[in-house]
């Protein structure tokens, strides 16, 4: 069965520094998203993509984040300057040609563990 | 705006027991359903969803969820927990727009008993 896969699993960086997290979604699908979960928290929506362009993001998602679809395959996050508070799991998904406001629903990866020292 | 409340942070319930996990749902227009399962150290796995045709869903692993709008609820159930259901439960919401997103409840870890 198709997945979203994720690299790297585990990423420790020092603040200050710039992260991309990598996202492969599956193949045939249109909708990408960005989600995060801190340590014990709830899983919180950070962005979606479609058509190349940012549907909707959060307040988290402030100038300090962007996303990419480089090259038709990949989808990236990049945190420029990572702060303590960055520390979460980062989830990738994505949503077939329907899109989840039509029932279609998202698939998740297994994550990366950003971890900011 | 959409959102979910998870009664519950933590359940626990005997090997063979009834599983009730409770979600209510808050919408301004008819929402779309799902619960999602969360292993430890892994990403999230869709249990079931409801897109407003059978108010009765089944999911995988023997779950079902219903959606009663009355109550504003979609309860989690399954008729007998087994130990590798012990993980972590998120009952999710989005609006009927294509490019929506889903909203997660807070999630409730679910323990077995032996």
């Known amino acids: 069965e198709p997945e979203v896969t994720q690299t790297p699993s585990h990423q420790v960086t020092q603040m200050g520094q710039e992260v991309i997290l990598r996202c492969v979604p599956i193949s045939n699908h249109l909708y990408f998203y960005w989600y995060r979960q801190i340590l014990g928290q709830k899983v919180e929506f950070l962005v979606s993509?479609?058509?190349?362009?940012?549907?909707?993001k959060s307040e988290i998602f402030d100038d300090q984040f962007s996303v990419e679809r480089p090259d038709g395959s990949n989808f990236t996050l990049k945190i420029r300057s990572t702060k303590l508070e960055d520390s979460a799991m980062y989830f990738c998904?994505?949503?077939?040609?329907?899109?989840?406001?039509?029932?279609?629903?998202?698939?998740f990866g297994n994550g990366t563990r950003l971890t900011v020292t | 705006a959409q959102s979910v409340t998870q009664l519950g942070s933590h359940v626990s319930v005997s090997e063979g027991a009834l599983v009730l996990l409770r979600c209510n749902y808050s919408s301004s227009v008819p929402p779309y359903l799902f619960w999602y399962v969360q292993y430890p150290n892994q990403g999230l796995q869709l249990l079931l969803k409801y897109t407003s045709a059978a108010t009765l869903v089944k999911g995988i692993n023997g779950f079902e969820a219903e959606f009663k709008k009355s109550e504003t609820s979609f309860h989690l159930t399954k008729p007998s927990a087994h130990m590798s259901d012990a993980a972590e439960y998120f009952c999710a919401v989005s609006a009927k727009n294509r490019d929506d997103k889903i909203i997660f409840g807070k999630g409730t870890r679910l323990h077995i008993l032996p």
């Open positions: 993509f479609y058509n190349n362009e940012i549907s909707e």
């Open positions: 998904a994505s949503s077939g040609s329907t899109g989840v406001g039509l029932g279609s629903p998202l698939h």
